[in-house]
C-alpha cells in the first residue's frame, strides 16, 4: 500500500515502523472472511484492510484523528485472526498497538468513555480493587435495569454465586518439585484470574510439580500490563512489565535460574511475549525485556516439551476445545493443547468455525457490548453443537464470556490435565454421568 507520510512524522520510529508495515499490506482483501468484526458489520472500515487504511490516512494527516477513525480503531478486538492469515506478512498487531497509543496520545475522547476507561485500566490489574468492584456490581445487580452500554455490560457479567477465596498459592513462595527436579519455572499468577478462578493457579502449579518442574511465585510480580495495553495506555502498562522483569529476572539470576515464566491465561502470554518489542527503544530496558519475552511460555506449551505422564483418570470425556485468539493467533499454539487433553486421554472434539474471536477480547466485552453479544451468541451455538461433555480453554477471559451460556461445564485446559495425571476432579464435572469408554480412550489406556 502506498503512503504519504512527511519526513517529519517519520522521524518517529514507531510511526516509521508503521509506515513499513502499512506499505507491506497489498490489499488483497484475504483477511476481511476472518475479521470477526467485518462479519458481524459488514463494514470495510471495521476490517483489518479498511483499518490499515484508517492509520495511514491518521499519520498522513499528523494531528488527532477524527472521532470516526477512533471508533473504528476501538471496535478491533485485537484477535489477529488477521494478522495470522495474512500472505503478505503484516504485522497488523504491532500496527494497532501503535495505532491506539497514537489515538490516546492526540485525541480527546468524551469524559465518560475517558473515565470508564480509566476505571477499567484501574480496576482490572489489582486484585484487591477488581474484587471490591465485583462486590459493588453484586449490590447494584437490583438496578441494572436502569443502566445502559458498558455499566449494563459490567453488570451482566458479574459472577452470580460467591465469590472464590483468594488461593494462598498466589503468594511470593517456592513449591518444590516432586521426585528428581526436571526445571525450575516462575508462574505469572495474574490479576483478574486470581479473583475469579483462583483454582487454576493451583492446578497448574500441582502438574508442575508433579511432573519435576520447582515452581517460584516471584516476589513483585503482578499484572502484565495488558488492560492497559489494549487501550494505547502505553505509560500505564510499562510500569507493570518492568516490575515483572525486575522479579523474574532477579529469580532468573539467583542460583538454579530460570527454564521459563509459566502463562496459564494466553492473553497474559501475549503481552509477556510482547515485552521485548514493547522496550526496544529503551536503552536499559530492551535486553532484559527481550529475556523475559524468550522465557515466556504458555504452560500448554511447556508441558508439551517436557511430556504428560501416563493419564490415571479421564472418566472418558468428550471435550470441546475453545481455543482463545490470544493462543492461536497472538501466539500460534494450536496443536500442543490438544495433544495434551488426548494424551491425557479425553476425546477431544474442534468448534464450528473456532478461528473466530468469542467476543471476549479483554475488556472489549464491556467496551463493545453489541458486538461482543453477537460474537458471544455464534461461539456459543458452535460450541453447543459439538454435544461434547464438557468444554475447556486457556483463558479465563473467554471462559467468563461464555461459561453461564454454554449448558455445559467450562474448565481450564489444565485442571483436565492437573486432574487427569493425579489430581483432584474439577468440582464442575461432577454432575457429569460416567459413559462407557470410547475407541479413543481405551487406544489411551492401552
Ligand atoms: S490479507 Fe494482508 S495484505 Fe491482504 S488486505 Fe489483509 S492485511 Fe492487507
Ligand atoms: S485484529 Fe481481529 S477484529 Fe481487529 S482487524 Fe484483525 S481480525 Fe479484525
Not at 489444565?414 to 495425571?421: M, N, Q, R, S, Y
Request: charged share 25%.
Amino acid at each position: 500500500m502506498k503512503t504519504l507520510i512527511s519526513e517529519a512524522a517519520l522521524a518517529n520510529p514507531d510511526i516509521a515502523l508503521s509506515n513499513d508495515i502499512i506499505r507491506d499490506c497489498v490489499h488483497c482483501g484475504i483477511c476481511l472472511s476472518h475479521c470477526p468484526t467485518y462479519q458481524v458489520r459488514h463494514d470495510e472500515n471495521d476490517s483489518p484492510r479498511g483499518r490499515i487504511m484508517l492509520m495511514r490516512n491518521m499519520y498522513e494527516h499528523e494531528g488527532a484523528p477524527d472521532a470516526r477513525t477512533v471508533e473504528h480503531l476501538d471496535r478491533c478486538l485485537t484477535c489477529l485472526a488477521c494478522e495470522a492469515i495474512c500472505p503478505s506478512g503484516v504485522e497488523y498487531s504491532k500496527l494497532i498497538a501503535h495505532g491506539r497509543e497514537h489515538v490516546e496520545a492526540t485525541y480527546r475522547r468524551p469524559v465518560l468513555q475517558r473515565l470508564t476507561r480509566r476505571a477499567l485500566t484501574i480496576l482490572i490489574p489489582h486484585p484487591e480493587l477488581f474484587r471490591l468492584g465485583l462486590l459493588a456490581g453484586k449490590l447494584a445487580q437490583p438496578f441494572k435495569w436502569l443502566f445502559r452500554g458498558t455499566l449494563r455490560a459490567m453488570l451482566d457479567m458479574t459472577p452470580k454465586g460467591r465469590l472464590p477465596r483468594s488461593s494462598p498459592v498466589d503468594r511470593p513462595q517456592v513449591f518444590p518439585a516432586q521426585g528428581m527436579r526436571r526445571a525450575r519455572v516462575s508462574i505469572l499468577t495474574g490479576c483478574v484470574q486470581t479473583v475469579l478462578d483462583p483454582k487454576i493457579n493451583e492446578a497448574t502449579i500441582r502438574l508442575l510439580q508433579r511432573h519435576g518442574v520447582e515452581v517460584v511465585v516471584a516476589k513483585g510480580a503482578g499484572c502484565c500490563g495488558a488492560p492497559a495495553e489494549h487501550k494505547g495506555l502505553t505509560q500505564h502498562a510499562l510500569p507493570f512489565a518492568k516490575a515483572n522483569i525486575d522479579a523474574w529476572l532477579s529469580e532468573a539470576d539467583a542460583p538454579g535460574g530460570l527454564d521459563a515464566i509459566i502463562v496459564n491465561t494466553s492473553g497474559c502470554g501475549t503481552s509477556l511475549k510482547a515485552y521485548g518489542h514493547a522496550l526496544r527503544l529503551d536503552a536499559e530496558w530492551k535486553d532484559k525485556a527481550a529475556r523475559v519475552s524468550a522465557l515466556a511460555k504458555d504452560i500448554t506449551e511447556f508441558m508439551a516439551g517436557l511430556g504428560l505422564r501416563k493419564p490415571e483418570n479421564h472418566r472418558n470425556l468428550r471435550v470441546v476445545y475453545h481455543s482463545a485468539c490470544s493462543m492461536q493467533h497472538g501466539q500460534r499454539i494450536v496443536h500442543q493443547p490438544l495433544d495434551l487433553l488426548r494424551a491425557a486421554g479425553f476425546e477431544v472434539l474442534d468448534v464450528p468455525d473456532g478461528f473466530m474471536c468469542c467476543g471476549s477480547a479483554g475488556d472489549y466485552n464491556l467496551l463493545q457490548p453489541a458486538i461482543s453479544g453477537e460474537l458471544k451468541a455464534r461461539k456459543v451455538a458452535n460450541i453447543r453443537s459439538v454435544g461434547a461433555d464438557v468444554a475447556a480453554s486457556g483463558n479465563v477471559a473467554c471462559m467468563t464470556q461464555l461459561a453461564s451460556s454454554i449448558g455445559i461445564p467450562f474448565v481450564h485446559t489444565v485442571e483436565l490435565l492437573d486432574w487427569a495425571t493425579g489430581g483432584p476432579e474439577p468440582e464442575e464435572l461432577r454432575s457429569i454421568k460416567v459413559r462407557p469408554a470410547s475407541r479413543m480412550s481405551r487406544r489411551a489406556d492401552a
